[in-house]
């Protein structure tokens, strides 16, 4: 159900009463597709799982996801082809099509599995997908010969077509909610409160707290946004500032870590109202030139990729972990029918190398169980089967998400024990 008035909309979540209200309840919640990418590799000693269910033994990495490993797979020795995701420039292009991009001044690659999805739900959505990013493209070649576009983008609407990633929180805000203007001087919710009112009296009590509970993380992005909004402008404009970087534009997030939670609280928000039921998110480029002050160090992501072995890249590869881990418990957070929204997602985390320069396996994470189509709390380990494919993998997804497909990349059969 969508409310609206004076330029703005907002998409309720699913309730139980829907029909009170009017509006033909679905039979069962939608599914949903979201993928979290970072560049450059992992830290290897500390990436590793074992057994399953309640025997489920977690590495150092994943301490974030130990609350809530029961809803999490980990999967170990899935792989695309070498020309697919080997070197630095091409990886982020090919990690969601399991397709070499074309080298020179043509640019070539495929259609991403995301889109793929947002194709089929294109009639059913608002947005037929939310591609946000928190760093920005980079352009020209590399000295590989292939161009720097492939490092930016996962997301590929045609070959030759990478879909267009939002940096700016606040934009990919009124997307949502096609709120106008980049600054939000009233809440979205004051431009509905009579209709928001008016439901809250005709729904049952466990919909009213669900109302209340969304409501109430609307209001939180709006206040964080505003927040870091005038924080910039406050710090752009402090001529004793000791920075030694040229400060990001108004409405770009100063901090990496507040960055990447609003995208996820962004792309929460998405799937619980129903705006959109696809989301890639890329946290770092292939050649990332992201840098972590935060977690005490003074180098950029790329360098330190070429240690991946110590320990100041495993501060790296655990943040990143973090932030999907962040996003799994907030959609677990948010009750959908029986279950929680993360029960009907497949929600994705992939680094397109192992280590730099080198992927003999995809570091991989799945949580949600896809409404009851994938069984979770699992080490899943590929390295010696006879059918290694992380594109088996994603011809397995399709077709359980409804997509009448034959093969995808360089497979034409599902993978098995998924």
């Known amino acids: 159900m969508v409310l609206g008035g004076m330029g703005a909309s907002v998409a309720l979540p699913w309730l139980e009463s829907s029909q009170l209200l009017g509006v033909d309840s679905q039979a069962q919640a939608p599914q949903r597709f979201g993928f979290m990418f970072w560049g450059d590799g992992i830290h290897p000693p500390e990436w590793w799982t074992r057994g399953n269910g309640a025997d489920l033994e977690l590495g150092p990495v994943f301490k974030s996801l130990e609350p809530i490993k029961d809803k999490v797979n980990f999967i170990h020795g899935l792989q695309h082809p070498g020309n697919v995701v080997?070197?630095?420039?091409?990886?982020?292009?090919?990690?969601?099509?399991?397709?070499?991009?074309?080298?020179?001044?043509?640019?070539?690659?495929?259609?991403?599995l995301d889109q793929i999805l947002a194709q089929k739900w294109s009639n059913e959505t608002v947005?037929?997908?939310?591609?946000?990013?928190?760093?920005?493209?980079?352009?020209?070649?590399?000295?590989?010969?292939?161009?720097?576009?492939?490092?930016?983008?996962?997301?590929?609407?045609?070959?030759?077509?990478?879909v267009p990633s939002e940096l700016y929180p606040a934009l990919a805000f009124d997307s949502l909610f096609e709120s106008k203007g980049s600054r939000i001087h009233l809440s979205v919710l004051d431009y509905v409160r009579e209709q928001l009112g008016d439901v809250s009296r005709k729904v049952s009590f466990s919909d009213k707290a669900k109302i209340d509970e969304y409501t109430a993380s609307v209001r939180e992005v709006e206040k964080r946004l505003a927040k870091m909004q005038n924080r910039n402008v406050e710090e752009s404009s402090d001529k004793n500032s000791s920075s030694n970087y040229d400060r990001p534009k108004d409405g770009i997030p100063n901090q990496l870590d507040e960055h990447s939670q609003l995208m996820c609280d962004i792309i929460a928000l998405a799937f619980q109202t129903d705006?959109?039921?696809?989301?890639?998110?890329?946290?770092?480029?292939?050649?990332?030139?992201?840098?972590?002050?935060?977690?005490?160090?003074?180098?950029?992501?790329?360098?330190?990729?070429?240690s991946c072995n110590n320990p100041e890249f495993a501060k790296i590869s655990k943040f990143w972990v973090e932030q999907y881990a962040y996003l799994v418990k907030k959609l677990d957070s948010m009750q959908e029918g029986e279950g929680t929204v993360l029960d009907?997602?497949?929600?994705?985390?992939?680094?397109?190398?192992?280590?730099?320069?080198?992927?003999?396996?995809?570091p991989l994470l799945i949580a949600g169980s896809l409404r009851g189509q994938i069984q979770t709390g699992r080490t899943l380990d590929y390295e010696t089967a006879d059918d290694r494919k992380m594109s088996s993998l994603y011809l397995t997804l399709l077709q359980r998400m409804g997509v009448s497909v034959s093969e995808f990349g360089n497979s034409r059969q599902a993978l098995s024990g998924i």
């Open 344 to 362: 009907n997602c497949c929600l994705m985390a992939a680094n397109e190398q192992w280590t730099f320069h080198s992927a003999p396996q995809v």
């Open 275 to 306: 705006r959109t039921r696809v989301s890639t998110l890329v946290m770092t480029n292939n050649l990332s030139g992201q840098v972590y002050p935060f977690l005490g160090l003074n180098v950029d992501h790329h360098n330190y990729s070429h």
């Open 127 to 162: 947005l037929p997908s939310l591609v946000l990013a928190c760093e920005r493209p980079v352009s020209g070649f590399h000295e590989s010969g292939f161009s720097m576009m492939y490092a930016s983008h996962v997301s590929w609407s045609s070959p030759v077509s990478p």
């Open 86 to 112: 080997g070197g630095h420039a091409k990886g982020a292009a090919g990690i969601l099509t399991g397709v070499s991009p074309q080298g020179g001044r043509d640019i070539k690659g495929a259609t991403s």
